[in-house]
C-alpha cells in the first residue's frame, strides 16, 4: 500500500507499507483480518522517518486513488478542504477494520491510496524542512572540504579530563527529572585567553575524545553506557562566520541560536557556497519577517531550537530511543558580551544559556555547550545571575619539548630522514622567539612546509633574519600588533616594561596606574594580543620576541632588530654575538625606561632580575636616550680621544649618550656606557659577555669568577693616561650563560662586592 504524507505533496514523496499475515502491533501479533485503521497508524508511524515525539493515534489517514499521471493534483494541497474536494479524499476511522476499506478491493501498486496527515507539532518540523529545501534550491555545493592546516598539528600539553568530568557528570544527571536537578550542578565549559592559543583545536579534540570514549563518558544511572549513541559537532565561529549583529536585534536567544545551528548543520557541512547573511535574508524573506510582532511570531514557531534540533536528528535518521550527543561550541563569545548593548530585550548571554541548558537535562539529544574567546571576566560575572556553574579549561603555552616534538612529527611525516638540523640552536632560537604561542609554532611550520626545508633544508637558503621577519610579519597581520602601538604608545611601553620586568599583574588592574581611564590587562587580552599567563597562582605578561620585535621597530627603541643580533649566523654563535645582543638589549631596555617618562632608575631598574649586593641595586642614574651603538675601531681606555665607530667612521666622544661596543681584545667592558648618578658622579657601565658552551657549560660559577672580571676593569681604568677618565667610577654587570654553583650555602647576591652586578643562567628569565 503506498502513502503520501500530507504537506510533502508530490510522488519523489511517497512509501510502501507492507501489510503481512500478523503484524506487530505495541507488541502484539494481529491477524491482518483483524487489522484496525488505529493499527495501519501505528504502521505508517513506524514507517516514517521523524523524531518527534508525538502519538500515532494523533494521525489522520485519508483514502485516496491517485495514479502517477495525476501528480499534479498534490502540488496545491495544504487543507483537509483540498484533500476532499481535489483528491476526493474520505477520512478513515480509526475502529474501522482495514480489510474493509483496501483488501476487498484490488490496490494499483503505482497509485498513492492513502494520505498521512501529521499532528500539527510534526507539520511544524516537516515546514522547516521544507523552508530548508527551498532555500538551498539551486545553491552550488563546493567540492573542495579540506580541514585547515591547524587541525593537522599534533595536540600537545592539553588536559581533556576536567571537560569530559564534567560532561560525564552532566549526562548523568540528564536521567533525573529536570524538576530534581540543581541549576549550579549543570555545568557549561569554558576556555578563554589571549587569540592563538589553541581554544578552537582544543575543542576538536574534545569532541573526538569523547566520541572514542563514550562508553566510559556517557553512562545511565546504573553506570551502564548508553547503547549506540550518534555524535555531532556544531562549531559556531561569533566572530566571522556567523557574527550577531543588527539583524538579529529582534529574535528571541533561541531563534539567533538556531538560526545559526540551522546554518552550521544544513548549509556549512552539506558543502552549499552560501553565506551566513545570505541564508538568513532568504529565510527572513521566506517569512515575510519584519519588526511586527506577527511576522516575528510566525518566524519563531518554526526557526526555533526544538525544530532545527528535531530536523537534525530527521536528517541523520535516528529513531525516539537514539541518543543523539552534540558538542556545541561557541566561539569568541566576547562579540556576544558585545552584542549585549544592541539587542531589544534585556539579557541575550543569560536567555541563551538557560535555553541551552534545558539540553543538558535530555538523554535523547544532549547538547553540552563549550564557550570560548577572550572574555574570562565577562563570563565569571555570568555566575551570580545564571546560577549555572562554568567549568574552566586551561591552554597553556607550549612548552619547549612540545614545540619540538611537533616539529619531528613533521620532519618524519615529510620523511626528512636526517631532521637533526631541527635541533641546531638557531632552529632553536626562531622556535623559543615563539615562548609557545601555538599561532607562532603553526606559522613557522608553515613557513618550513613552503620553503620545503624538510625535504631539501642542506641546498637552501637558510636566511634565519628573513625567517624571522616572516614569522613576525604574519603575526602582525593576525594580531594588529603595529597599528596598536602607534594608537596606544604609552600602553605599548608600560606593557613592554612590565613584561620584561617579570612582574605580575592582576586583569582588573588599570595598565596605566595614574589614568582613570586606562584599559585593564583583562579588557586587553580581551580585544587585542595580550597573553596572560598563570604562573603557580599568579599571572605574568608572556610576549613572543616576534611581539616584542614590532614594538621596537614601531617604537623605536633600539636601531637594530633585537633578535638579529642573536640569531645571525648561529650555526657558530660565539662571544661577538652574544656581545652584540647584550649590547642593544642594554640600548632597547634604557630607552624603554626613558620613553616611559623615567628620568631616573635605580640598577634594580635597569637590571630586573640581576644578583648584587643591596647597596648597588639601589644605585640611581640619570636616564636619557640612548643614540645608538658605535663599534669602536680602537680599544678604550687605551684610546679614549675621537673615538670612532668602524661602521659610521663617525666620531664620539667618551661622554656621549651612545652605547660603546668595544674592540677586540679589550681588558676594559666589552661594551660600555656612561651614566651620572643623581649626586652627580660619573660612572662608567663595563658590560662583560663570557658565551660558555660545550663541556665548561656544566661549571658552575663561583664567586671569585664574577670578582676577577671587576678586578680587571679596575686595574685597566688605572692604567689610563686621563686623569678625567680615571676619576669616572665603575660598576661591572657580567653576563654569562653559566649558572651559580648549586652546593654554595650562603646568599650569592648579598656576597657579591659592591659595584658588580651579575646576570647569569639562573635570572635570565627575569632580566631578558
Same mark, same amino acid.
Given at each position: 500500500m503506498n502513502s503520501e504524507r500530507f504537506l510533502q505533496t508530490s510522488f519523489h514523496n511517497t512509501f510502501a507499507v507492507n501489510l503481512v499475515n500478523d503484524s506487530d502491533i505495541c507488541g502484539s501479533l494481529v491477524n491482518i483480518n483483524n487489522l484496525k485503521i488505529s493499527d495501519l497508524k501505528y504502521l505508517i508511524y513506524n514507517e516514517i522517518n521523524h523524531d518527534i515525539k508525538f502519538n500515532y493515534k494523533d494521525i489522520d489517514l485519508w483514502k485516496v486513488d491517485i495514479t502517477e499521471n495525476e501528480g499534479n493534483k498534490l502540488k496545491h494541497v495544504t487543507t483537509e478542504d483540498d484533500i476532499k474536494k481535489k483528491l476526493g479524499g474520505k477520512k478513515l476511522v480509526p475502529i474501522h477494520s482495514v480489510k474493509k476499506h483496501f483488501l476487498e478491493q484490488l490496490l494499483v501498486d503505482e497509485n498513492i491510496h492513502v494520505i498521512v496527515q501529521l499532528p500539527a507539532a510534526a507539520v511544524i518540523i516537516e515546514s522547516f524542512s521544507m523552508v530548508m529545501e527551498k532555500i538551498l534550491e539551486n545553491v552550488a555545493r563546493s567540492s573542495d572540504r579540506t580541514p585547515g592546516f591547524s587541525s593537522s598539528i599534533p595536540l600537545k600539553e592539553r588536559n581533556m579530563e576536567s571537560a569530559i568530568k564534567s560532561i560525564s557528570k552532566n549526562f548523568k544527571q540528564s536521567f533525573y527529572t529536570p524538576q530534581t536537578v540543581a541549576k549550579q550542578t549543570l555545568q557549561f565549559l569554558v576556555c578563554c585567553g589571549a587569540p592563538g592559543i589553541g581554544k578552537t583545536r582544543y575543542g576538536l579534540e574534545l569532541f573526538n575524545h569523547l566520541k572514542n570514549n563514550s562508553e566510559k563518558v556517557l553512562v545511565d544511572l546504573h553506570s551502564?553506557?548508553?547503547?549506540?549513541?550518534?555524535?555531532?559537532?556544531?562549531?559556531?565561529?561569533?566572530?566571522?562566520?556567523?557574527?550577531?549583529?543588527?539583524?538579529?536585534?529582534?529574535?528571541?536567544?533561541?531563534?539567533?541560536?538556531?538560526?545559526?545551528?540551522?546554518?552550521?548543520?544544513?548549509?556549512?557541512?552539506e558543502s552549499y557556497q552560501m553565506q551566513f547573511n545570505v541564508f538568513r535574508q532568504k529565510i527572513y524573506d521566506h517569512f515575510k519577517v519584519n519588526s511586527t510582532i506577527e511576522s516575528l511570531t510566525k518566524f519563531e514557531s518554526t526557526i526555533n531550537l526544538n525544530n532545527v534540533i528535531q530536523s537534525i536528528r530527521m536528517s541523520r535518521q535516528l529513531n525516539d530511543n537514539r541518543t543523539l550527543v552534540i558538542l556545541l561550541h561557541i566561539d569568541e563569545i566576547q562579540i556576544m558580551f558585545n552584542y549585549e548593548k544592541y539587542w531589544m530585550r534585556k539579557g541575550f548571554t543569560k536567555r541563551l544559556l538557560h535555553r541551552l541548558a534545558l539540553y543538558m537535562l535530555d538523554n535523547k539529544t544532549f547538547i553540552q555547550t563549550f564557550l570560548s574567546g577572550t572574555a574570562l571576566q565577562d563570563v565569571v560575572k555570568l555566575k551570580e545571575p545564571t546560577s549555572y556553574n562554568f567549568s574552566y579549561i586551561n591552554c597553556p603555552l607550549l612548552s619547549m619539548g612540545a614545540c619540538i616534538e611537533i616539529v619531528n612529527y613533521f620532519a618524519v611525516r615529510e620523511n626528512d630522514t636526517n631532521y637533526q638540523w631541527t635541533l641546531d640552536r638557531s632552529f632553536i632560537k626562531i622556535l623559543d622567539d615563539a615562548r609557545g604561542l601555538p599561532r607562532a609554532i603553526e606559522y613557522i611550520l608553515e613557513e618550513i612546509l613552503e620553503r620545503n626545508l624538510f625535504k631539501n633544508h642542506k641546498n637552501h637558503p637558510w636566511n634565519l633574519t628573513g625567517f624571522f621577519i616572516k614569522i613576525a610579519t604574519r603575526l602582525d597581520f593576525s594580531y594588529n600588533i603595529t597599528t596598536f602601538v602607534k594608537e596606544h604608545k604609552d600602553l605599548a611601553l608600560t606593557l613592554l616594561k612590565n613584561c620584561l620586568k617579570s612582574d605580575s599583574i592582576e586583569r582588573t588592574h588599570k595598565v596605566l596606574k595614574s589614568d582613570d581611564n586606562s584599559l585593564t590587562y583583562g579588557e586587553l587580552e580581551r580585544d587585542k594580543h595580550i597573553i596572560l599567563e598563570d604562573v603557580d597562582g599568579k599571572l605574568f605578561i608572556a610576549m613572543p620576541v616576534y611581539f616584542i620585535h614590532l614594538y621596537n621597530t614601531t617604537l623605536n627603541l633600539a636601531d637594530v632588530i633585537l633578535s638579529e643580533a642573536l640569531i645571525s649566523n648561529q650555526r657558530s654563535m660565539e662571544w661577538q654575538h652574544w656581545e652584540t645582543f647584550v649590547a642593544h638589549f642594554e640600548m632597547f631596555k634604557v630607552n624603554l625606561l626613558f620613553a616611559s617618562g623615567k628620568t631616573t632608575a635605580k640598577l634594580n631598574e635597569i637590571y630586573p632580575g640581576a644578583f648584587g649586593n643591596e647597596k648597588t641595586l639601589s644605585l640611581k642614574f640619570k636616564l636619557k636616550n640612548l643614540k645608538g651603538i658605535a663599534y669602536l675601531e680602537h680599544q678604550f681606555p687605551s684610546k679614549y680621544e675621537g673615538l670612532r665607530c668602524r661602521n659610521t667612521k663617525v666620531s664620539h666622544t667618551w661622554k656621549d649618550n651612545?652605547?660603546?661596543?668595544?674592540?677586540?681584545?679589550?681588558?676594559?667592558? @666589552?661594551?660600555? %656606557?656612561? $651614566?651620572?648618578?643623581?649626586?652627580?658622579?660619573?660612572?662608567?657601565?663595563? =658590560?662583560? /659577555?663570557?658565551?660558555?658552551?660545550?663541556?665548561?657549560?656544566?661549571?658552575?660559577?663561583?664567586?671569585?669568577?664574577?670578582?676577577?672580571?671587576?678586578?680587571?676593569?679596575?686595574?685597566?681604568?688605572?692604567?689610563?693616561?686621563?686623569?678625567?677618565?680615571?676619576?669616572?667610577?665603575?660598576?661591572?654587570?657580567?653576563?654569562?650563560?653559566?649558572?651559580? @654553583?648549586?652546593? %654554595?650555602? $650562603?646568599?650569592?647576591?648579598?656576597?657579591?662586592?659592591?659595584?658588580?652586578? =651579575?646576570? /647569569?643562567?639562573?635570572?635570565?628569565h627575569q632580566h631578558f
Open positions: 551502564q553506557p548508553v547503547p549506540d549513541p550518534d555524535f555531532l559537532s556544531i562549531y559556531l565561529d561569533f566572530g566571522q562566520d556567523v557574527e550577531l549583529d543588527c539583524y538579529d536585534n529582534n529574535l528571541t536567544a533561541d531563534s539567533a541560536i538556531a538560526l545559526r545551528i540551522a546554518y552550521k548543520f544544513f548549509v556549512v557541512d651612545i652605547v660603546f661596543k668595544n674592540a677586540a681584545s679589550s681588558e676594559f667592558g @666589552d661594551s660600555i %656606557l656612561r $651614566y651620572v648618578s643623581e649626586d652627580g658622579n660619573g660612572y662608567f657601565l663595563c =658590560l662583560q /659577555c663570557k658565551w660558555i658552551w660545550g663541556k665548561d657549560f656544566q661549571i658552575p660559577l663561583k664567586l671569585p669568577d664574577v670578582v676577577g672580571e671587576h678586578r680587571k676593569n679596575l686595574a685597566t681604568l688605572e692604567k689610563c693616561d686621563s686623569e678625567e677618565i680615571k676619576k669616572e667610577k665603575i660598576i661591572t654587570v657580567l653576563f654569562t650563560t653559566r649558572a651559580i @654553583d648549586p652546593e %654554595l650555602t $650562603y646568599d650569592f647576591g648579598s656576597a657579591i662586592p659592591d659595584n658588580i652586578l =651579575l646576570v /647569569c643562567r639562573d635570572n635570565f
